[in-house]
């Protein structure tokens, strides 16, 4: 029997996806090593209106990777990157890696202690930063006393040069001053390349230390393998079987920095030979990417469903041909139907939500691409990975269909731990199985639904509301933009269900806070309908456009602070 045995789920397993698939013993710079051989003048990268073939992408690698090693970049060493979505992003990654040395990756957008917080914690020996996002560093540097280099981009180091010299000449490409030590991104371009050969195992050498909350706490590393990130990669390719090879072209808004684009779109790209084209930040206006969707004809969009809600809404989307579109993969956060159907009916796109964790590479569950799926839920596990549903007390008796617990996951994209937190390694890896945290059910069919996080659970009144529930109705309503949901301290009922709400343009002025309240108490139980709610202009959101309930729980908080 396979590891993953019968489980329910195959009963609508996708005909054409295998159940398991072979996952080579390889690392990721052998993934692009393979790819530069086999399709050397494909496109590899579209950044700033300029392409970039795998011939020349496998060049800029091993000239980079050959002056990380002459700076004392060895096996098991940390580069931390502090880059936007953009070529150098690409190639620092996976010249780091074919040293055997281990990558961080950093928000652009963190202050100095939550940089010295990643970068110390991870011992990062040299560090890759973009120019105008340097100052933080600076602030930083002095507590950081492992680091030994700091090398230095400019967005525009890769534009010909009649674009780079008129783009500063007016003004139109951001730069900022960095020490006279730092070392020139570009001239590390010109060293020789002569890669020292590294005997790795990618089973157990570390690829990536990907920082996350975790299940609790403060940001902690994940300790991803090159095992766990090849593996979850060709998982996410087999699920796309009708992928072809050479010819998509990915778009990667999403950030690099985050796991799910880190895989979906550059990891995925490389594995397939295909084009990813980058933004560098999400545009003021969402009419510039779909210009650039339109123009570079993409054809595979990962986001998130704030992402494809802008878009929807976007006062003049149908004047862009988003068709080219054809497949979708939400994640990081729930996909309410209204805005997949909206979609779909713009672009013609299958658009289909998934789920996954930092933890995992991310990806274990998606909805069939091209089969049967259903709405509402995150679909199937992928191939090679195992799912159950727990009780959420002791974790150790597992629930039948349509029982609510906490679901756990084992497959080879299940990361090793968390650096340096052997006992919250001891709670969250169990005999094998990770468990996420996230309450989920699974139905008779096998397809898993996720009901919320364990610690987003509202108790109001004895009862257990989750607020992907009742956000998931508010969108129902013709005013509501993008909303999200909390439970916040009441003294009659324990905690009370607010709602933060944007509403739509159209809307705004003529809808009031009492409508929308009046509104849900004719549309959801008693129990569960939002007695407060609060208009926002727009909903926070982090940098993968992910919204933050948590950040509205601590102004809230805040708030009623201040008000006692």
Request: proline share 7%; glycine share 8%.
């Amino acid at each position: 029997m396979s590891e993953t045995g019968s489980r329910p789920w195959h009963q609508f397993w996708p005909e054409q996806v295998p159940r398991e698939i072979d996952i080579p013993g390889i690392t990721l710079g052998r993934l692009l090593d393979d790819t530069v051989r086999q399709h050397p003048d494909n496109t590899a990268v579209i950044f700033l209106d300029t392409p970039c073939s795998y011939r020349q992408l496998g060049k800029w690698v091993d000239a980079f990777a050959t002056a990380l090693s002459q700076l004392g970049v060895s096996k098991g060493d940390v580069v931390g990157l502090r880059l936007p979505n953009s070529i150098h992003y690409v190639i620092a990654y996976y010249a780091a890696l074919k040293l055997g040395a281990i990558v961080t990756a950093n928000n652009p957008l963190y202050k100095a202690a939550e940089i010295e917080h990643q970068f110390g914690d991870s011992r990062a020996k040299v560090l890759v930063v973009m120019d105008i996002v340097y100052e933080e560093v600076g602030k930083a540097l002095p507590k950081l006393p492992e680091v030994k280099q700091v090398v230095g981009c400019n967005i525009a180091d890769f534009l010909p040069f009649h674009k780079r010299f008129l783009g500063k000449l007016l003004g139109k490409v951001p730069s900022a001053v960095m020490p006279p030590e730092t070392l020139r991104f570009t001239d590390l371009l010109r060293t020789r390349p002569n890669v020292p050969a590294v005997k790795m195992n990618p089973a157990e050498d570390l690829a990536v230390l990907q920082y996350t909350g975790g299940t609790t706490g403060s940001p902690k590393g994940a300790m991803l393998t090159h095992r766990n990130l090849v593996a979850n990669v060709l998982q996410v390719k087999a699920w796309d079987y009708r992928g072809r090879p050479g010819q998509d072209v990915i778009g990667g808004i999403l950030p690099l920095f985050h796991i799910y684009a880190m895989t979906t779109v550059m990891n995925f790209a490389v594995a397939g030979g295909n084009a990813m084209l980058l933004w560098p930040k999400p545009p003021e206006d969402w009419g510039q990417l779909m210009g650039d969707i339109q123009k570079y004809r993409v054809t595979l969009f990962p986001g998130v469903a704030a992402l494809y809600n802008a878009i929807n809404n976007h006062p003049r989307v149908k004047e862009y041909d988003l068709t080219s579109i054809r497949a979708c993969l939400s994640g990081a956060g729930p996909l309410p139907v209204e805005i997949q159907k909206r979609f779909e009916e713009l672009s013609g796109a299958r658009l289909i939500e998934g789920y996954g964790l930092t933890e995992t590479s991310p990806v274990t569950h998606a909805n069939p691409l091209y089969d049967r799926r259903k709405n509402g839920t995150i679909g199937l596990p992928l191939p090679n990975t195992d799912a159950r549903i727990m009780d959420s007390e002791t974790g150790e008796r597992e629930l039948g269909p349509n029982e609510v617990g906490e679901l756990v996951i084992k497959g080879p994209q299940v990361m090793q731990g968390y650096l340096g937190h052997e006992e919250e390694n001891k709670l969250v890896l169990r005999d094998g199985w990770l468990y996420t945290g996230d309450l989920g059910m699974m139905d008779d069919e096998g397809y898993f639904v996720i009901v919320d996080r364990k610690k987003d659970m509202i108790k109001r009144s004895g009862y257990s509301v989750f607020p992907r529930e009742v956000e998931d109705y508010l969108y129902k309503n013709e005013h509501v933009l993008e909303c999200a949901v909390i439970g916040v301290p009441d003294d009659k009922a324990g905690e009370e269900i607010k709602a933060f709400i944007a509403l739509k343009p159209e809307s705004r002025g003529k809808v009031s806070e009492q409508d929308i309240i009046d509104w849900a108490k004719d549309n959801m139980a008693a129990y569960k309908y939002p007695r407060l709610v609060e208009f926002r202009d727009e909903i926070p959101k982090g940098t993968a456009n992910k919204i933050l309930r948590r950040a509205l729980k601590e102004e809230e908080l805040a708030k009623r602070k201040k008000e006692s």
